[in-house]
Nanobody, 122 residues
């Protein structure tokens, strides 16, 4: 099982990025998928998640409207669209998958990608 996160980079405040999480050895359509992030010296935190069917997403209210998640089951890929990025969004972003219900807890996820760096600065 492998999750490959990509799409990170260095952007200016206010710009957008789309991250991808491509899977092999696992069918993402049968799993809840979530994005987490970890800033330097900080704990890993939940960003956004999407249900198996893609019909429901779950997220902290503080990120509502700024980030959205979607999935393309034909490509076995989940995307994180990040808009109006701020310096405080700088972090390594990870995708993760689990067999159970949606969760915002790191420990609940069974499979993890390697992370992709997002840096927001002028």
């Amino acid at each position: 099982v492998q999750l490959q996160a990509s799409g990170g980079g260095h952007v200016q405040p206010g710009e957008s990025l789309r991250l991808s999480c491509a899977a092999s050895g696992i069918n993402l359509s049968r799993h809840v998928v979530a994005w987490f992030r970890q800033g330097q010296g900080k704990a890993r935190e939940f960003v956004l998640g999407i249900s198996r069917s893609g019909s429901a997403t779950f997220y902290p209210m503080v990120l509502k409207g700024q980030f959205t998640v979607s999935r393309d089951d034909a490509k076995n890929t989940v995307y994180l669209q990040m808009n109006n990025l701020k310096p405080e969004d700088t972090a390594v972003y990870y995708c993760a998958a689990r067999d159970g219900l949606g969760s915002d807890k790191v420990s609940d996820y069974d499979y993890w990608g390697q992370g992709t760096q997002v840096t927001v600065s002028s």
